[in-house]
T-cell receptor, first 114, second 112 residues
Framework: ETGVTQTPRHLVMGMTNKKSLKCEQH?????MYWYKQSAKKPLELMFV???????ENNSVPSRFSPECPNSSHLFLHLHTLQPEDSALYLC?????????????FGDGTRLSIL | GENVEQHPSTLSVQEGDSAVIKCTYS??????FPWYKQELGKGPQLIID?????GEKKDQRIAVTLNKTAKHFSLHITETQPEDSAVYFC???????????FGTGTRLLVSP
């Protein structure tokens, strides 16, 4: 079983739909992250959670709403997205947010906005 | 804030050759430098990392070097194999808050 699991792997939605991305980590980590990966751009950090508390919101539009019910699960709720939001959304986890801990990534959700 | 530049954007080598990918960073407080490999349809996978208290780290065919004075670090892959073909990302962060800043990636193609 992989350390960080993301579902669904692919998602196609219209601009008026509401959907959610799910991430689950099996590594016993206390920190979880959402990243956006677009072609020819560096990974963009979106949100950071530490022990279910949001510690970073990197100027992300409100149409993206994260939720962290416990330290193993992370959701990204999507509503009224724009075509430029089409990208690969990656979830990651690490032991803590401080210190020199590596981040472990899931395989992402490929999101396409029609 | 931190800025990480990565070169080259694409790199083609023959199987058995060595490959070198270089990154520079701007924040002198950065002290943790991981490298990730991303294969098609997969998420980035950590392959090696280095902390600022060492200048070089090696793991089999992969090595990373760090020059804190010049603020650059490099990934070296020796005896490349076709399965090394992927996109490689460098990143930098500091101890205070582990906000990884990534480079734009290098697409490595190893031809048999």
């Amino acid at each position: 079983e992989t350390g960080v699991t993301q579902t669904p792997r692919h998602l196609v939605m219209g601009m008026t739909n509401k959907k959610s991305l799910k991430c689950e980590q099996h590594l016993g980590h206390n920190a979880m992250y959402w990243y956006k990966q677009s072609a020819k751009k560096p990974l963009e950090l979106m949100f950071v959670y530490s022990l279910e508390e949001r510690v970073e919101n990197n100027s992300v539009p409100s149409r993206f709403s994260p939720e962290c019910p416990n330290s193993s699960h992370l959701f990204l709720h999507l509503h009224t997205l724009q075509p430029e939001d089409s990208a690969l959304y990656l979830c990651a986890s690490s032991q803590t947010v401080g210190g020199l801990q590596p981040q472990h990534f899931g395989d992402g959700t490929r999101l396409s906005i029609l | 804030g931190e800025n990480v530049e990565q070169h080259p954007s694409t790199l083609s080598v023959q199987e058995g050759d060595s490959a070198v990918i270089k990154c520079t960073y701007s924040d002198s407080a950065s002290n943790y430098f991981p490298w990730y490999k991303q294969e098609l349809g997969k998420g980035p996978q950590l392959i090696i990392d280095i902390r600022s208290n060492v200048g070089e780290k090696k793991d089999q065919r992969i090595a990373v070097t760090l020059n804190k004075t010049a603020k650059h670090f490099s990934l070296h892959i020796t005896e490349t194999q076709p399965e090394d073909s992927a996109v490689y990302f460098c990143a930098a962060s500091n101890t205070g808050f582990q906000k990884l800043v990534f480079g734009t990636g290098t697409r490595l193609l190893v031809s048999p």
